[in-house]
């Protein structure tokens, strides 16, 4: 059955259409904890830096190789991701023309007496069917004529309209009503066969929506040059396809926080280069000063001092 491609109202702006898909990431990343002072559950560490014994506290290992391998896969596994929610998206662009069977053609009823010159509006619309293979096709509608049926729910006036009009499900029917004393309060909304949908996807349809509404909120065009503008736009590119908002707020989400990542990967890369040599500190070690040079020696680790040569007591 025929749905939403969209529509909006004087003053109101453009909404969307209906049955668009969507998703959602999550997950976390479970990192040891470093720092310089000791901390409930930490390791001791130590290392050599210069003439000094420095420490450190962790609750993990200190293993570089470990954590550049833990990089590379992270980054593998987010392109992964990245790339299964991106292709439903990108598999909207680059669409073939539809090879649409349907009973009845174009189809331009002017009720509310706003259009102009038709034949241009028929010349746009043949050249969008020779692009696409779906049959556009445009209604207006007073105000009065529908109101008392469908009271606010104009969407569902569309509907029945393109019910009422075709049986296929190859057309893409535009409804546009105003008030009858005020041509300039009007409303509209696209309605799409189903079969449509591979062209009309979510973005192709807000690309042109965006397109024909703010034309029609524009003094620079009546009705009929409105649609006829939006659809010379939109014709020679429909095929190429469009990504719509959803999906480009998704894809600037998923690349700041890749380069979140990244960052934090290679931040702890640098701070633990220098810990190579880290070992774990154990029970009845000391620090103490060489008697030769002063500088610090571990008691049960050093048996000489690695500054001067001096021996270092074994207790």
Same mark, same amino acid.
């Given at each position: 059955?025929p749905h939403s491609s969209g529509g909006g109202s004087h ?34 560490? /130590?290392?050599? $830096?210069? *003439? ?7 609750? !993990?290992?200190?293993?570089?190789? %470990?954590?550049? =391998? ?105 409804? /546009?009503?105003? $008030?009858? *004393? ?7 909304? !696209?309605?799409?066969?189903?079969? %449509?949908?591979? =062209? ?116």
């Amino acid at each position: 059955m025929p749905h939403s491609s969209g529509g909006g109202s004087h003053g109101g702006g453009f909404h969307g259409g209906s049955g668009f898909r969507g998703g959602r990431t999550g997950g976390g990343v479970n990192r040891s904890h470093i720092s310089t002072r000791p901390f409930a559950g930490a390791h001791k560490y /130590y290392y050599y $830096d210069r *003439n000094r014994i420095k420490y450190l506290y962790s609750d !993990g290992t200190y293993d570089n190789q %470990t954590l550049k =391998v833990s990089f590379i896969i992270a980054i593998l596994a987010f392109l992964s991701i990245f790339a299964g929610i991106m292709l439903p998206f990108l598999s909207e662009l680059n669409n073939e023309k539809i090879d649409s069977q349907f009973d009845v053609g174009i189809v331009i009823e002017d009720n509310a007496n706003v259009l102009g010159d038709t034949d241009e509006i028929y010349e746009a619309f043949e050249a969008f069917y020779e692009e696409t293979g779906i049959v556009p096709s445009l209604v207006t509608l007073n105000k009065s004529s529908w109101v008392d049926t469908y009271g606010s729910s104009f969407k569902k006036c569309a509907y029945d309209a393109y019910v009422y009009r075709f049986t296929d499900e190859y057309h893409w029917l535009i409804v /546009y009503s105003v $008030d009858d *004393n005020n041509a300039e309060n009007f409303v509209w909304e !696209g309605m799409q066969g189903v079969n %449509t949908d591979p =062209v009309l996807t979510q973005g192709a349809t807000e690309a042109f929506g965006k397109r024909l509404h703010r034309n029609f909120e524009s003094s620079e065009y009546s009705v009929d040059e409105a649609v006829v503008e939006a659809f010379n736009y939109f014709t020679p590119r429909v095929l190429r396809g469009f990504i719509d908002s959803q999906s480009w707020g998704l894809v600037l989400f998923m690349l700041a926080l890749f380069v979140f990542c990244i960052v934090g990967f290679v931040l702890a890369i640098v701070r633990t280069d220098k810990l190579k040599g880290a070992k774990l500190w154990q029970q009845g070690y000391r620090e103490i000063s060489c008697e030769d040079c002063g500088r610090a020696c571990i008691v049960g680790v050093d048996r000489e001092c690695r500054f001067c040569g001096a021996q270092v007591p074994r207790h």
